[in-house]
């Protein structure tokens, strides 16, 4: 009986939790402690252990719409058969659960359409990648590339080179939203359309305001604030 309080209790306040969780930081830690699921700041759509499974990782301002599902192993394919029976302590077979290698990182800034499936031969999305809708992704995705189709196969780069260069320079999802939300009514075509030369400028005009003011690129201002390297 206490243990079924204790699981609705849980469901409720984990309930409670996301509905802030774009930076509910009690939730990541949460997640992180309990199912292995490291999820950076701004992001949403991947705190659900059943449908995107730990060991995971998640950068900041991602994108990931409620229907992605991602596994990160197979079941045993040359073995006599599939069933968890192999891997599984509560069939009786083996002592203890195996422990699976397999790991997902997602880089910052990814968007991952709806009712994408991320098969175990994928185990790193690249910083601002997006995966097309009903893609099923089966390899790594390169960063900054749009992804579609199955299996997902590359559509285009999403900017230039140089506008890619730039934008990894700048590091601007180390920011926080207040920042954020500074530069988009500061200066709109900076940010909606982006070139090497306007994102460089931005850049250059933070720095002359002194680096580890909170509006400079780079800045972190706690650990769980941090983006991926
Ligand atoms: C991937 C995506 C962003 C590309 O958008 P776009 O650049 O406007 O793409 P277009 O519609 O111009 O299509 C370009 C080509 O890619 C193909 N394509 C686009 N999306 C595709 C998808 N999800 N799966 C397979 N092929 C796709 C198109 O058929 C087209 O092919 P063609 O050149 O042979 O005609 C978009 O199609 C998509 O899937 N968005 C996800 C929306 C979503 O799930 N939102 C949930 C909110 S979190």
């Known amino acids: 009986m206490m243990a079924v309080l204790k699981a609705a209790y849980t469901a409720l306040i984990l309930y409670l939790m996301r509905r802030r969780q774009f930076d509910n930081v009690?939730?990541?830690t949460y997640f992180r402690k309990h199912y292995g699921i490291d999820v950076g700041l701004y992001s949403y759509g991947c705190f659900d252990r059943w449908r995107m499974p730990g060991p995971l990782r998640v950068g900041r301002y991602c994108s990931i719409a409620g229907t992605v599902r991602s596994t990160n192993n197979n079941h045993p394919i040359t073995a006599l058969t599939t069933h968890p029976v192999l891997y599984e302590r509560k069939f009786g077979g083996i002592e203890v659960d195996h422990e699976w290698q397999g790991r997902l990182t997602i880089g910052d800034d990814v968007w991952i359409g709806h009712n994408v499936v991320i098969l175990p031969g994928c185990q790193n999305i690249g910083r601002g990648a997006i995966v097309g809708a009903g893609s099923i992704v089966t390899?790594?995705?390169?960063?900054?590339?749009?992804?579609?189709?199955?299996?997902?196969?590359?559509?285009?780069?999403?900017?230039?080179?140089?506008?890619?260069?730039?934008?990894?320079?700048?590091?601007?999802?180390?920011?926080?939203?207040?920042?954020?939300?500074?530069?988009?009514?500061?200066?709109?075509?900076?940010?909606?359309?982006?070139?090497?030369?306007?994102?460089?400028a931005w850049m250059a005009a933070a720095q002359a305001q002194g680096n580890g003011e909170p509006t400079a690129p780079g800045t972190v201002r706690r650990e769980s604030d941090r983006s991926l390297p």
Do not use: C, M
């Open 26 to 28: 009690k939730l990541r």
């Open 139 to 200: 390899r790594n995705v390169e960063p900054y590339t749009i992804v579609a189709g199955n299996p997902a196969r590359k559509l285009r780069d999403r900017f230039p080179p140089d506008l890619i260069a730039t934008i990894e320079a700048s590091r601007w999802w180390e920011l926080d939203i207040p920042a954020l939300r500074a530069l988009i009514q500061q200066d709109r075509a900076l940010v909606y359309h982006p070139t090497a030369e306007s994102l460089a």
